[in-house]
């Protein structure tokens, strides 16, 4: 077998191995892959070749010829699969003829060395699969970590670090752009104390959660809520307009009014003071300063009041 000849099946076969992969949606692990090529090698090589793989005049040239279709054959899945090139080269050293394996232990070991290959390719799949296992579950991780970090565990609102986060990236985009106007709601439970040192501090948690779940429900898919701290929450509502953000402010006050929440057969009576601002782009410490103005003059027009600066 000429050497142009050796080179031009390798390749042929090589790319015929990895379609078959593709057609049957098998992954191209090297040992589906090395699996494939060499059913196809040997309905391919030549019958003189194949009768020689197992006489004794099987020389030290003919091995080299088939591993040399071997070796490229593992060398074009290297090109086709560049994550895995450090071991793939592990396998070209064992078919490299500057190996220390004598022409005697070639001539005799050929199918051996094919054997011990396939071992190796099937032992780095398994570690692929497990490695992408591990990275699975890393990631999974990670990213639990990540919202663990931006929620806050009793209403599920974005907490304050991620208020001010979001803030400085809308701030940017009001400065930068012709953004439409976005506005803030604070919010403030009425009387929130009497709540806890009346009932306990469960019943004060029940009533947080009842109190999120309202605001949640009220709010359009484009907002935001936020637990600012304690009893507060913070809304900010994107592309509004003041009469949208008037109207959002007043229904979770009212409803919240007339919901009857109960703990351990006592009713408790809720409401909330709501202070509206406009975000001023990077101003955010402005903004906030007006919004929490805002919820001073609410608490003090008798609490259960909306207020608009």
Same mark, same amino acid.
């Given at each position: 077998?000429?050497?142009?000849?050796?080179?031009?099946?390798?390749?042929?076969?090589?790319?015929?191995?990895?379609?078959?992969?593709?057609?049957?949606?098998?992954?191209?692990?090297?040992?589906?892959?090395?699996?494939?090529?060499?059913?196809?090698?040997?309905?391919?090589? #030549?019958?003189?070749?194949?009768?020689?793989?197992?006489?004794?005049?099987?020389?030290?040239?003919?091995?080299?010829?088939?591993?040399?279709?071997?070796?490229?054959?593992?060398?074009?899945?290297?090109?086709?699969?560049?994550?895995?090139?450090?071991?793939?080269?592990?396998?070209?050293?064992?078919?490299?003829?500057?190996?220390?394996?004598?022409?005697?232990?070639?001539?005799?070991?050929?199918?051996?060395?094919?054997?011990?290959?396939?071992?190796?390719?099937?032992?780095?799949?398994?570690?692929?699969?497990?490695?992408?296992?591990?990275?699975?579950?890393?990631?999974?991780? @990670?990213?639990?970590?990540?919202?663990?970090?931006? @929620?806050?565990?009793?209403?599920?609102?974005?907490?304050?670090?991620?208020?001010?986060?979001?803030?400085?990236?809308?701030?940017?985009?009001?400065?930068?752009?012709?953004?439409?106007?976005?506005?803030?709601?604070?919010?403030?439970?009425?009387?929130?104390?009497?709540?806890?040192?009346?009932?306990?501090?469960?019943?004060?948690?029940?009533?947080?959660?009842?109190?999120?779940?309202? @605001?949640?429900?009220?709010?359009?898919?484009?907002?935001?809520?936020?637990?600012?701290?304690?009893?507060?929450?913070?809304?900010?509502?994107?592309?509004?307009?003041?009469?949208?953000?008037? #109207?959002?402010?007043?229904?979770?006050?009212?409803?919240?009014?007339?919901?009857?929440?109960?703990?351990?057969?006592?009713?408790?009576?809720?409401?909330?003071?709501?202070?509206?601002?406009?975000?001023?782009?990077?101003?955010?410490?402005?903004?906030?300063?007006?919004?929490?103005?805002?919820?001073?003059?609410?608490?003090?027009?008798?609490?259960?009041?909306?207020?608009? @600066?």
């Amino acid at each position: 077998m000429k050497k142009e000849n050796c080179d031009t099946q390798s390749w042929e076969l090589c790319d015929q191995a990895l379609a078959n992969l593709r057609t049957k949606k098998l992954s191209p692990f090297p040992n589906n892959y090395q699996a494939e090529f060499y059913e196809l090698l040997e309905h391919h090589i #030549s019958d003189d070749l194949t009768g020689e793989m197992y006489t004794q005049e099987f020389t030290s040239g003919n091995v080299n010829k088939y591993l040399e279709i071997a070796q490229m054959a593992l060398q074009a899945f290297v090109q086709s699969n560049q994550e895995i090139t450090q071991v793939m080269q592990d396998h070209a050293q064992r078919t490299s003829p500057s190996h220390s394996y004598s022409k005697d232990y070639l001539s005799k070991n050929c199918l051996k060395i094919v054997d011990d290959l396939a071992q190796l390719d099937t032992e780095m799949s398994h570690a692929l699969l497990k490695a992408h296992d591990q990275i699975n579950h890393l990631t999974q991780n @990670i990213e639990l970590l990540s919202e663990e970090n931006r @929620i806050d565990p009793l209403t599920k609102f974005y907490n304050r670090k991620e208020l001010f986060k979001d803030l400085i990236f809308i701030g940017d985009k009001i400065e930068n752009e012709n953004a439409p106007e976005c506005y803030l709601l604070m919010i403030d439970m009425d009387d929130f104390k009497a709540i806890n040192d009346t009932y306990s501090h469960l019943a004060g948690d029940k009533t947080l959660v009842f109190v999120a779940r309202t @605001i949640g429900s009220l709010i359009r898919n484009t907002d935001k809520a936020y637990r600012f701290g304690g009893d507060e929450f913070i809304v900010v509502l994107n592309r509004s307009t003041l009469n949208v953000a008037q #109207s959002i402010a007043e229904k979770i006050r009212a409803n919240i009014e007339k919901a009857r929440l109960f703990y351990e057969n006592n009713e408790m009576r809720i409401t909330v003071s709501i202070g509206v601002s406009k975000l001023s782009g990077k101003e955010i410490e402005t903004s906030l300063r007006r919004a929490d103005r805002a919820l001073y003059e609410a608490k003090n027009k008798s609490k259960n009041q909306v207020f608009i @600066i």
